[in-house]
């Protein structure tokens, strides 16, 4: 069963404008929230991440929103550039025990094209 | 430095090879992770390894035998694998069991012929 849901496949947007990338999540006991970003042959690259007790995290062009009460988190890039191109993948995580640690659910990703 | 690596990239192999996958991380992490990821797949937990003893397996087949040498490094030992094992092998570590950043190597590409 998947926990964290991104439900739009792909997304092409142009150059210079907002990206917003969603992503759904039904277990309430998630209470961290990460954006990796991947290119091909390359694994996953740390990019955001948001804690359950915030509802807004920037980092440069990255902004991350949660909105905790709909489980819906998103990722937005301004302005979108070229490089931006990649998939990006919604990860959540909690502590489901002492040994566990945060062990990350993903989505299935969303193929990001910046188009120039 | 913020850099796992995994040796090989690439990996072929028959279904009655042993072969071992391995990667490495120079950050002072104590968790390590391996993960499998098939085509348009999100990446799947198998295992995850704190201060080099095993913490979780997500009921892996036993086919697949993860081994923490050290801190700095972690393998994951493959005999007797099917077809559809093959995927993208992707290791990662964090900081401790506590650390949320997880830091992903590039993967291996295993195909099992």
């Known amino acids: 069963d998947q926990q964290v849901k991104q439900n739009s496949p792909s997304l092409s947007v142009q150059e210079g404008r907002i990206s917003i990338l969603n992503c759904d999540y039904t277990?309430?006991?998630?209470?961290?929230f990460l954006w990796y970003k991947k290119y091909p042959a390359e694994g996953p690259t740390f990019l955001i991440s948001?804690?359950?007790?915030?509802d807004k995290n920037e980092d440069g062009r990255f902004t991350v929103f949660l909105n905790k009460s709909a489980k819906h988190l998103s990722l937005h890039i301004v302005p979108s550039q070229p490089g931006d191109s990649a998939v990006y993948f919604c990860?959540?995580?909690?502590?489901?025990?002492?040994?566990?640690?945060?062990?990350?659910?993903f989505g299935k990703g969303t193929s990001l094209l910046v188009t120039p | 430095d913020t850099e796992v690596t995994q040796t090989p990239k690439h990996l072929v192999m028959g279904m009655t090879n042993k072969k071992s996958l391995k990667c490495e991380q120079h950050?002072?992490?104590?968790?390590m992770y391996w993960y499998k990821q098939k085509a348009k797949k999100p990446p799947e937990l198998m295992f995850v390894?704190?201060?080099?003893?095993?913490?979780i397996n997500e009921s892996v087949p036993s086919r697949f035998s993860p081994e923490c040498p050290n801190s700095s490094l972690l393998n994951l030992h493959l005999h007797a694998l099917q077809p559809e094992d093959s995927a993208l092998y992707l290791c990662?570590?964090?900081?401790?069991?506590?650390?949320?950043?997880?830091?992903f190597g590039p993967g291996t590409r295993l195909t099992v012929t």
């Open positions: 277990n309430s006991m998630f209470d961290y």
């Open positions: 950050m002072g992490h104590r968790a």
């Open positions: 390894y704190s201060y080099e003893k095993l913490s």
């Open positions: 990662a570590s964090s900081q401790d069991l506590r650390g949320y950043e997880q830091y």
């Open positions: 948001i804690s359950s007790i915030k």
């Open positions: 990860a959540a995580s909690y502590v489901r025990n002492s040994n566990s640690g945060y062990a990350l659910n």
